[in-house]
């Protein structure tokens, strides 16, 4: 009667309700329905007559196989897919800039193994402190006091500076 979390996990691609089971006997509850949101993520989904039971956030649930099989998709083609895209486009940047360099960074700037062809930081001018740009594929790193985040810019046509 039991089933687990085993098998693919499915992305919710729009908004559907939900009934919650009870976790041993799996019959559904008399609480009302929940939204599922917008990108939750179900495990253990099995098909059991014309409703999908799975679990959500660790809890039991069941749908209705008609409302579900059209609001999610499987998560591993979703990023198979993101895969793809990501070598397509990082192949374009290699045919526009087949040669990429850093600028020359001043005395005293930190370019971690910039010798040994490693990742190289160039430093970007700022008047409240120390900020580090690297350029990788599709735009650049940026670390500010030790956090690090993803400016995409995939022409690397990004100066450093701000428009004002």
Known sequence: MAFDKTGPKYRVTKMVEARKLHPNSLIPLSEPPIQLPFTAILEGMRLEREMYRFYYLGQPYQCAQKVL????????????????????????????????????????????????????????????????????????????????????????????????
């Open 69 to 164: 099989k059209s609001a999610i998709e499987k998560i591993e083609d979703a990023a198979a897919k993101a895969v793809e895209e990501e070598m397509e486009e990082a192949a374009e940047v290699v045919k526009a800039d087949p040669v990429v360099e850093a600028a020359p960074a001043p005395r005293g700037a930190a370019r971690a193994g910039a010798g040994a062809g490693g990742f190289v930081w160039q430093p970007v001018q700022t008047n409240k402190g120390a900020m580090l740009r690297g350029k990788v594929a599709g735009g650049w790193l940026v670390r500010v006091e030790g956090s690090v985040c993803f400016y995409p810019d995939a022409g690397h046509k990004w100066d450093g500076g701000t428009l004002d």
